[in-house]
């Protein structure tokens, strides 16, 4: 076990979104280094835990998964009784489907939130780790970006994650609440959906052989989820950093032709790529580069990013060809 994250150790600690793609990795390692796990997962009827499916069975033993809503202020708070450190990554993530359900996202990532920061608050929590994301501060006014950007949330779904951050940082200097933002710039890995860039180039090659996406000239600053996951852990485990936001990620930008000759090179294949019209985002609300100053986080917790885009790579493309029959590859999935 890492000693700089032994301190949770034995620890009670709640995730919420622990079925989603960063949330399920969580879990997994907060067990693997000794925690004793509440896996928050959003209820439906089919008794499906998402990502949290893919783990060992005997993992999945030591966890204790629990179904309900993040909008759900009672099943929030009764998740939240008996722990010490909460994680929250439950959310809506995907940009386009925010430009069609804006409400929507209001309601989890705003007052779900709230729901998370007025429980932990109420039930005296050690300390929360919210989740925010690099989609906050809009396209670079200037790269590397700090936490000290401007805010330019040019989403619906950007925007309710401003209101999300905004409130966690008013729960700590109104109440004292133990809270630290972690920011994740953009994270890939094994699990992710192909609502994201990485697993949209990859599940299209491996069943068609060709690529469609949407603007070819965004920068994005890529994160494989291991790292991204020690961030988290880091934050956690930091006194350091509690009442402020840190950013995660590796300090490199990649153009997406870039990424897509990357992921050729890597898979040792190549395939046409085409522009497709549905795919590309309103030219106000689209985010041409996002790199990462994540010299706060080094600074509070020791984080630094391990992983090369070309290892995360072969990870993500490994697992994405094991499971390609849970690829829609063939539609655009927002």
Not at 34 to 61: C, I, Q, T
Not at 78 to 86: H, L, P, R, T
Not at 181 to 195: D, E, I, K, L
Request: hydrophobic residues 40%.
């Amino acid at each position: 076990m890492p000693q700089k994250f032994s301190d949770l150790q034995s620890k009670r600690v709640l995730v919420t979104g622990a079925g989603g793609f960063i949330g399920s990795h969580l879990a997994e390692e907060l067990l693997a280094i000794g925690a004793r796990v509440k896996a928050f997962v959003h209820y439906n009827s089919r008794n499906d835990w998402g990502m949290l499916e893919f783990l060992p069975r005997d993992a999945l033993k030591e966890m204790e998964v629990i179904a309900g809503d993040i909008c759900d202020p009672f099943s929030v708070r009764k998740a939240i009784e008996g722990c010490e450190v909460v994680f929250h990554l439950a959310a809506l993530i995907g940009i386009p489907y925010s430009y069609r359900a804006p409400q929507s996202y209001m309601a989890v990532n705003a007052e779900g939130t709230l729901n998370v920061l007025q429980a932990s608050l109420d039930e005296g929590i050690a300390k929360v780790i919210h989740t925010s994301t690099s989609e906050v501060y809009g396209t670079a006014q200037y790269v590397p970006i700090d936490e000290k950007h401007p805010l330019n949330p040019q989403s619906p779904y950007a925007a309710s994650k401003v209101a999300a951050d905004k409130l966690a940082s008013s729960y700590y200097l109104s109440f004292d609440l133990p809270v630290v933002t972690v920011r994740p710039f953009n994270t890939f890995g094994p699990r992710q959906s192909a609502r994201a860039i990485v697993p949209t180039i990859i599940s299209q090659a491996l069943t068609d052989g060709h690529v469609s996406l949407g603007s070819l000239e965004p920068s994005r600053d890529l994160t494989y989820v291991k790292d991204t996951v020690c961030g988290f852990l880091a934050a956690a485990c930091s006194e350091a950093c509690v009442g402020t936001t840190i950013n995660i990620g590796t300090g490199q930008g990649t153009g997406i032709n870039d990424l897509v000759e990357t992921v050729s090179r890597v898979m040792g294949m190549e395939f046409d790529l085409k522009v497709e019209g549905e795919r590309i985002r309103p030219d106000k609300s689209e985010v041409w580069e996002l790199v990462c100053d994540y010299s706060s986080a080094k600074e509070t917790t020791g984080w630094e990013p391990k992983y090369s885009l070309e290892e995360g790579l072969r990870e993500s493309i490994e697992w994405i060809r094991e499971n390609l029959d849970r690829y829609k590859a063939h539609i655009y999935n927002i």
